[in-house]
């Protein structure tokens, strides 16, 4: 697995967070209704913590030797589709993108649940 490239790629995430935080709070306020800003910050909030859980899957990938790519990919395209539908909704809105957003949650979901299937999977073969 490229940490390195990984990582990389976190952070810039993690700085569009930010930015796309920022930009909602301050350039969007008067301009989105107060439920397309709700959307947003939903947008802005699942992209952070997936962030920090990809930066927290390499460090448990290289603490543990633990192959963990597929949990780090499907969280990268779950900010993609989750968060990028919602974007794209709130300064579009074009309404069915809302029916994509789901694809995005179920990407993080089976990231989550890989992680201790990966990690129970290696614990019965040190046995």
Known sequence: MKFRL????????????????????????????????????TAVTYQMWHVLAIIGLVVISKV???????????????ILIFSGSLYTLCLTDISW????????????IIGWLLIPAKLINQSTQEK
Do not use: D
């Not at 030797?65 to 597929?70: A, D, P």
């Open 64 to 78: 543990f030797n633990l192959e963990l790519k597929w949990s780090i990919n499907l969280m990268i395209t779950g």
């Open 6 to 41: 990984i990582l990389s790629m976190a952070c810039v995430l993690g700085a569009l967070a930010v930015g796309l935080g920022a930009f909602g709070a301050h350039a969007l306020e008067n301009t989105l209704s107060a439920e397309r800003l709700e959307t947003w910050n």
């Open 97 to 108: 993108l809302g029916a994509i957003t789901p694809i995005g949650g179920v990407c993080f």
